[in-house]
């Protein structure tokens, strides 16, 4: 099986990176051999000329780094398409789905045009950063994670999770994410994959694996279901 | 009409530290919030001293100030600093206020602020310093300070035209700080122990800031550390003006070279954190005149805060309290590269937990997957006991690490920790805590120090 990260050279915060590690050791504890495919800025993507890849992943990345990836990711812009219409899996977490949107907004006003190939739009206030626990539903799941932001989305949309605690692409929707076909987005940071069993257990599915037997299966449970109990505390605050 | 207003809050101000200090409170930032609160333009009225420098940086701040006004009261000279107080705006303002007199003139020559990297943008407007020290920029709070690109883009939007950098030169993101700034670099040459691929999950420096290309390390110390260059456009890391040339571990001392003399230093403390926080206070002291030999001199009387890093030994254990500032990821990575390089057994006692997160909302563990637990998973570590409200997130990423669960212990108090962690005479026991648990970390190690005692 392979799996292809893009730009992990700048697409690399906040631990987003071990979401695919930890993808890999799921699937060996299945059998299944997993080969990372590193694409960095100036080569051309593995996706560009095969299809073959069982899930394409990108993680959150600096405000400049936004711009260096919509650069490396111009010219395969009607690729990109094809692949989402096609059904193909990407996974996109953090503010690194924006550049598949059609612009982000900065501070002055200023729009960076985006590769439109979904319906929305940022804002970016870096003076006013965003910070939240998350509790949403994937279906019958319940997902967990953490907002840490400069940026809110708006346009149109179908969500990835429905909000149940936080708030969604901005604090006027409850739609968390973006789904077409198998192109999950979210603005979740981080260790997403380690920290929602159930979710990473899916994605295997959808990766094409027959059984999804995690790593650190019972820790990673653990962890997943006092989390959850904790974060659906009345009390407790949600955003920072 | 202004001046009157300045004098009534500095008045209030000064009103309020007295009430704070009869009533046996701390409080560092109420006056300064008051005086600000009161005449907006306090900070650009008060009476400051001639010189003024601020520390500024992610990590070693604190301890290169507190470093720095030891070594200025060594020489003799009065030096007013907030080391006793808050690093944002209210507590610098609050530091200006005591070293004023009833007229808000100053009784000081020289200034030292350790300097918050946010608080920047509200203070340099008002109190531009002759020198700024930045120790390194790396990733830090997640929530407050998101990336180091953001820190540095703060930072250079807000220094003062007129304001020299002392900048390392082993730490890109820091040195593209306000490009058009005098500066000069200081480093560390080329070490032994260097490599040239990170072994570190954090490295903020992949690409060329020209360019974009691949990033080639001539040597790297940890993380982004080190000296570089970009295979596509040439681009590569500055020469040092100040440089440590030579370490010597038997001696515990290091040479600091200039090209206008050379100084033999003793150690503060014998980490590479804290050489590059050395050369960093040299390159300073040397910037503004002083003698290799003065600086020697002076640096001996300066010392590494002691709640920030404490060694006892009772009845041949050692109990080791390490700071590893909580949610930072790089501090935290630090301090396990520190203690696993220390010979012997351990054992280890995690709680760094954000206790202040946790009574409002919950800590963000994002940071523990950019943070090396790796560097835990060691033959020489004989047991890691997780505690606090994290235990369960320490123990899903040791063994994430590859530390066999036969190795981890959870106790969700971590005076319980204190009380069930194994160890027997000849051991080190390493405990990590983080700002949040200074006093919770003295009542540990009180635990521990009388089980040792007992052996």
Known sequence: ?240 | MGKLRFLFALWAARLCWVALKITGHHGTNLPGQIANDLCPDFLDRIGKPEHIISVTGTNGKTTVNNMICDMFEASGRKVLSNRAGSNTKPGITTALINGASFLGKTKYDVAVFETDERTTPKLYPHVKPEYILITNLFRDSIMRNGHPEFIGGILTDNIPASSKLILNGDDLISCGVAPNNARVYYGINRLESDIKECINLINDIRICPRCAGKLEYDYLRYHHIGRCHCVDCGFKSPDYDYAATIIDRKNKTVTIEDKKGTGVYEFVNDSIFNIYNMVSIAALFREMGYEHSDIVEYMKKSKVVESRYKMVKVNNVSILTQLAKEKNALAISRAFDYVRELPGRKSILLMMNCLYDEAHWSENTCWMYDCDFEFLNDDNVREIVVSGPRARDYRLRLLYAGVPDSKIKIELSELEGAKNIDFDKGDLVCVFHGVDSFDLTQKVRKILMERAEKL
């Open chain 1, 1 to 240: 099986m392979k799996i292809e990260v893009l730009f992990p050279e700048i697409c690399n915060l906040y631990g987003d990176l071990q979401n695919i590690e930890y993808l890999r050791r799921s699937f060996k504890e299945n059998g299944v051999d997993c080969e990372i495919i590193d694409t960095a800025l100036k080569t051309e993507p593995y996706f560009a000329s095969h299809d073959d890849m069982a899930l394409i992943y990108m993680g959150t990345v600096t405000e400049h780094g936004q711009e260096l990836v919509m650069d490396a990711l111009k010219p395969y812009k009607d690729r990109i398409r094809e692949l989402m219409d096609a059904g193909k899996v990407f996974l996109v977490t953090g503010n690194a789905w924006e550049v598949f949107g059609e612009y982000i907004e900065c501070d002055d006003g200023r729009q960076i045009p985006c590769l439109g190939l979904l319906k929305t739009h940022a804002v970016r206030r870096m003076m006013k950063r965003y910070n939240s626990l998350y509790v949403g539903k994937f279906g019958d799941m319940d997902i967990v994670g953490f907002k840490s932001q400069f940026t809110h989305s708006y346009g149109e949309f179908t969500p990835l999770f429905e909000t149940v605690r936080g708030d969604g692409l901005n604090p006027e929707v409850k739609g968390e994410g973006i789904r077409i076909n198998n192109f999950l987005a979210t603005y979740i940071i981080g260790p997403l994959l380690i920290l929602n069993p159930p979710f990473t257990k899916y994605l295997m599915r959808l990766c094409g694996a027959e059984s999804d037997k995690l790593a650190y299966e019972e820790a990673a449970m653990d962890v997943y279901t006092h989390r959850l109990e904790e974060f659906m505390q009345p009390e407790r605050g949600l955003t920072y």
